[in-house]
């Protein structure tokens, strides 16, 4: 039986060679843009043990309660997640190896994702992110490092109309009092509360401002505001930020009602956001965990990081009509004969080893057939043999982007002519 309609899973996407050129050109930038900033690529499992997330992002998170693909290993018993994150391996990544042993890091990762959500434009069940931390660093400026960053690879991706929100969650002795006004206000408001607010209202009522149930819009715009009831030093620390960004030229808006989906977060949160993309405008989001790292088990170190959205970005730049070259081949070469089949195989691997991308003609083809194929292959040059230039052992080559002539040259001579033209 053939595996006639047997169909991906939904909400998974493949990735067709049409489209890789903009992922290819994409991954290129991002790999350029964080060596310009001295960050190193750290690689982990798509699968880590349930616990790890449950325990980082928050039980009563919607992640956790709604969207995490959790299933029993039954060869041992154990409870597996396929990560719907990257920031909670790499922290567990980061411990396990011991590397702020040797100081603060500077990391990115990029990969596939996975939360079992509605799909639709912009949300997938797997989706990638480029994920990318600094652990160590006590910031304002390190985040206001990440953030700068970001609008720098939006120019690299010739990507306009992002805005920047930024906000600040304080600590964690703030958000206390925070927690205490807020439901107090909440309880006063009960009745209008959701199924989802009401469950989290006295376990995790800061989630609740997070709700994108449009019912919901107007107790949340009442609710008190976490900028109210700031520590400090939080408010130092925001103050400080936003004088780098100013000074780095990087324009923002204080977003006070800016909640993000994990509950590891305190200080700085950040998001960007286009209003190109529909209702998931949100490209790119991060901020400061610095009780991430004691959580997981390790020493107390402070960290700060974000994650974009590699979909929405892709969907951005397509938006904004930035052209990619598709790369095309060199040359397609053309043959026919027993005697000219030998030397077009030694035709087409002299040309790669002389760093010109060839495509060999496989199957049958009379000369006309196969020269449509070097047309539709986009190639610049159409190389012939037939008897005639096996004979002589000799190529033709053609032109087939330009009128000009056609000309016969001994391989040695090949490799140069091409070049030069
Ligand atoms: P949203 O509010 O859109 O659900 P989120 O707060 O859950 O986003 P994060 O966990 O902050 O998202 O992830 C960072 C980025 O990853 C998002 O800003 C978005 O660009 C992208 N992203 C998140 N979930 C998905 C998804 N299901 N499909 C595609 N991209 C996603
Ligand atoms: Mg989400």
Known sequence: MPNRGIQAIRGMNDILPEQIYLWEFFEQVVRDWMAAY????????????TDL???S?????DIVEKEMYTFLDHLNGDSLTLRPEGTASCVRAVLEHNLLYAGPQRLYYSGP??????PQKGRY???H???VEALGYVGPDIDAELIVMCAELWKRLRISGVRLEIGTLGSAESRAVHRARLIGYLERHLGRLDDDASRRLHSNPLRILDSKNAEMREIIDGAPRLMDDLDEDSLA???KLQEILRSQGTDFEINPRLVRGLDYYNRTVFEWITDKLGAQGTICAGGRYDGLVEQIGGKAAPACGFALGVERVLALMAENASE???PVPDVYVIHQGDAADGLAWKTARHLRDEGFKAILHCGEGSFKAQMKKADASGARFAIIIGDDEAAADEISIKPLREAAEQVRVGLAEAADLLKRT
Request: aromatic share 14%.
């Open 38 to 49: 001295g960050y190193r690529n750290i690689r982990m499992p798509i699968v880590e043990q």
């Open 53 to 55: 997330f449950v325990r």
């Open 57 to 61: 992002i928050g039980a009563v998170t």
């Open 113 to 118: 994702m996975f939360r079992h959500e509605r």
């Open 125 to 127: 069940r797997q989706f």
């Open 129 to 131: 992110q480029v994920g």
């Open 237 to 239: 620390h925001f103050e």
């Open 324 to 326: 990619v070259t598709r």
